[in-house]
């Protein structure tokens, strides 16, 4: 039933009651003060969690003529790993599979048909131990399963963690050698989603520091990082969504009227140029893509890798500070939308590299009008439609005997694949 007229003006006249007016103006005029007197560097609790490379500094590039530049990388490859999120069934397992692939541009059809599975899932049935050996199918594919630590809660967390985290690493370490020129990564160059256990709760937490499991997931993102520096192919990461606070959190613990609601939002209204009109309004300017300057990032899950503190899970070979996250903001003002390239210290700490990366992602950004070919390639051959999700699970209703444990929402609302 569509809402009545008169419900949806009640509703949205209480919007008028939120005397909001003009605030924007001054978040901007604190996000100037904000850059101008707290990001060179941005200390927190007596360290720079993030720091220029250089010079802190905001530049912007013409939209028609970066797209027209040269390619830095006579090739590019992209990876991602998609899932079917979740799965609770009756009998009590929990499951998710991730799906891991790799994109090549130009394009390169056996690569593409590659493909990594892991099927994570999680019962009370201490008895049982599904787990299985790395195994090939297909032409030149391989699968396994992990059965996941046994937890009281968060179990639907665990087994996606680990089927995504563990598929997109192992599948990247194994078609490294493929990789000529420049690889980026959907997402994160680190698997946040597991660092961010350590100060989740205490079950998660422990997980993190007794599980056999995490510390494979760990190894394979230090050996690709290693693997990558040997063969001198840069390594980077493309996010499309940031929702990090760690930067608003620093500035809020200054005794700071921070209002953002996320790092993402003070970065977007640092880089939007736009025009006032003199009568309140403004007309945002699309000419131009604008960036920051590269931070060496210590915020939040960031400082982990490059760590002494990692030394007790981790076996690194180069020296700490070469895990380093470092990472620069990108914003397209077409679409109002901005992206976090992020990269390993060991390529950022040479100029040129550093500059190679980023003219080649804001050459994409240009032509694309969102993320990188290779990204979005990676994207639509890791992705499970939820026709093939559906599949899939009356497949393991049948195998495992037992149905999905629904919820009233999932009649109401139709299941979500």
């Given amino acids: 039933m569509t809402l009545d007229p008169v419900h949806f003006d009640g509703i949205a006249e209480l919007a008028d009651r939120v005397d909001y007016e003009g605030e924007e ?17 941005l200390v927190h609790d007596g360290t720079a969690t993030l720091e220029p490379l250089d010079e802190l500094q905001r530049r912007r590039v013409d939209v028609e003529d970066v797209a027209l530049e040269p390619d830095r990388f006579p090739t590019m490859h992209g990876l991602d790993a998609g899932s079917i999120t979740p799965a609770v069934f009756k009998n009590g397992l929990v499951v998710d599979v991730a799906h891991a692939a790799m994109s090549a541009t130009p394009s390169d059809l056996d690569l593409h048909d590659s493909r990594t599975v892991v099927k994570a899932l999680h019962t009370n049935d201490v008895a049982r131990d599904f787990a299985s050996e790395w195994e090939c199918y297909g032409e030149a594919s391989k699968r396994r399963i992990v059965h996941a630590p046994r937890c009281d809660e968060y179990e639907e967390d665990v087994v996606h963690a680990l089927s995504l985290y563990l598929a997109e690493s192992q599948h990247a370490l194994d078609h490294a050698d493929d990789v000529d020129d420049f ?11 597991i660092l961010r256990w350590r100060d989740r709760s205490p079950e998660l937490t422990a997980l993190f520091e007794d599980a056999d499991e995490i510390r494979t997931i760990l ?32 500035l809020r613990d200054k005794d700071l009227n921070a209002p953002w609601a996320h790092d993402a ?26 960036l920051t300057n590269w931070f060496r990032s210590r915020a939040g899950s960031d400082a982990f890798f490059g760590s002494d503190a990692a030394e007790r899970y981790l076996d690194r070979d180069l020296d700490p500070e070469q895990y380093a996250v470092t990472f620069c903001m990108v914003y397209d003002p077409r679409r109002d ?11 950022t700490s040479d100029p040129d590299c550093r500059e190679k990366i980023e003219r080649q992602v804001l050459k994409e950004v240009a032509v694309e009008r969102g993320p990188p070919t290779a990204i979005a390639k990676a994207d639509a051959l890791a992705r499970i439609s939820r026709e093939g999700t559906r599949s899939l699970l009356e497949r393991f209703e049948r195998s495992f005997d037992s149905e999905l444990d629904d919820n009233y929402d999932a009649v109401r609302w139709g299941r979500d694949y």
């Fill in 337 to 347: 939308l901005i992206y976090k390239v992020e990269a390993p210290y060991a390529f």
């Fill in 265 to 290: 939002a003070l970065f977007a209204q640092l880089l939007e140029r736009r025009e006032y009109d003199g009568d309140g309004g403004y007309e945002r300017l699309t000419d131009d893509l604008t």
């Fill in 183 to 193: 690889l980026l990564l959907d997402g994160p160059i680190y698997p946040k989603g």
């Fill in 219 to 250: 190894d394979n993102y230090v050996r690709l990082v290693e693997r990558f520096v040997e063969r001198d192919v840069p390594l980077a990461g493309f996010v499309k969504n940031t929702s990090a606070k760690a930067v608003v959190r620093a």
């Fill in 25 to 41: 103006r001054d978040h901007r005029d604190l996000a100037e003060t904000v850059w101008t007197e707290f990001m060179d560097p």
